[in-house]
């Protein structure tokens, strides 16, 4: 019973560990959509995490801008993770 203590600290480590790691993540897909959508042209991006079951190495997320026509869109993306040192592309539910 000494050792249940250590257990769960390190359990609770372990969660907190993984929690930030996601976080950094989709911060870093968050920066290279709102980079990819610059090149374009676009202007008043909002990037939102879609919390949608399913594969757990895919990444969706729902976007707003403003294109450089200064028209106002709304899509959906995802990337997907293939592997740890693959390059991630960007998948446009909608053309940008």
């Known amino acids: 019973m000494?050792?249940?203590?250590?257990?769960?600290?390190l359990g609770i480590v372990l969660a907190v560990?993984?929690?930030l790691a996601s976080a950094a993540a989709s911060g870093g897909n968050q920066q290279r959509i709102r980079q990819h959508?610059?090149?374009?042209?676009a202007t008043d991006i909002f990037i939102s995490k879609a919390w949608t079951p399913g594969d757990k190495d895919t990444n969706i997320y729902d976007v707003a801008f403003t294109d450089s026509q200064g028209e106002q869109r709304r899509t959906r993306c995802?990337?997907?993770?293939?592997?740890?040192?693959s390059v991630q592309?960007?998948?446009w539910e909608d053309p940008v």
Do not use: D, M, T
């Not at 000494?2 to 600290?9: D, Q, S, T």
């Not at 995802?78 to 040192?85: E, L, N, P």
């Open 2 to 9: 000494e050792g249940a203590p250590i257990i769960v600290i």
């Open 17 to 19: 560990a993984a929690i």
């Open 37 to 41: 959508l610059v090149e374009r042209g």
């Open 78 to 85: 995802k990337i997907c993770r293939s592997g740890w040192f």
């Open 89 to 91: 592309e960007i998948y």
